[in-house]
């Protein structure tokens, strides 16, 4: 059985799919880009739209009742991977102590022209 999870705490859709879904004792969440929930850019800088993805992430957990430390596994893609090293630093602050498993791509581009976009997986 699955689940659709939704809040309007982070931005909607911009397309046919969901925030996340739950299925099987885990939430699959859809990436997110660096984005307010009105869709507005959080800024102009990766450290800005990267700390912006993971409050995106954070808001879709609490909607299933579930925090960062559910997290196991998470993708970043950065249209730049020159920025690796600045998005660890803000990525860091949000994961205490155990972080989850994780693989970073550099990417063309990502929708909206974004710098970069974060989709995780969480366990129940």
Known sequence: MKKIIHTNNAPQAIGPYSQ???ANGFLF???QLGVLPNGEFAGDSVEA???????????????????MSNIIKTTIFLANMDDFAKVNEIYAKF??????ARSTIAVKTLPKNALV????????
């Open 117 to 124: 976009e974060i989709e995780s997986i969480a366990s129940l």
């Open 95 to 100: 994961f205490d102590g155990e972080f989850p």
């Open 20 to 22: 996340a879904v739950l």
């Open 49 to 67: 739209q990267t700390e912006q993805s993971l409050k995106n992430i954070k808001a879709i957990l609490a909607a299933a009742d579930l925090d």
């Open 29 to 31: 969440a859809s990436g």
